[in-house]
């Protein structure tokens, strides 16, 4: 599977091509700004936050490494999987 060459210098975001504009941003803003929100929260309930894990992390393989080590030990310390 090829997916052609990685551009060393990708093209900046502009207005034109992020998914909301700026206006629609600050037409939200200016909504928020000015109107109520609690109502419509009334039925909702507070949900403690779990940890979050990146899955994606890019890393040289000699720091991938060390960092799986320093999970080894850390797991072997504390006595929780790895």
Known sequence: MSF???SEN?????????????????????HYDTHDTSTDMEHGHRVDAQPMQTTSLRLPTDLAQ???????I??????RPV
């Open 4 to 6: 052609g060459p990685i």
């Open 10 to 30: 990708p093209p900046k975001a502009t207005a034109e091509t992020l998914p909301d504009p700026a206006g629609e941003q600050d037409d939200l803003a200016s």
């Open 66 to 72: 060390i960092n799986d080590r320093l999970a080894r």
């Open 74 to 79: 850390e797991a072997a310390i504390t006595q």
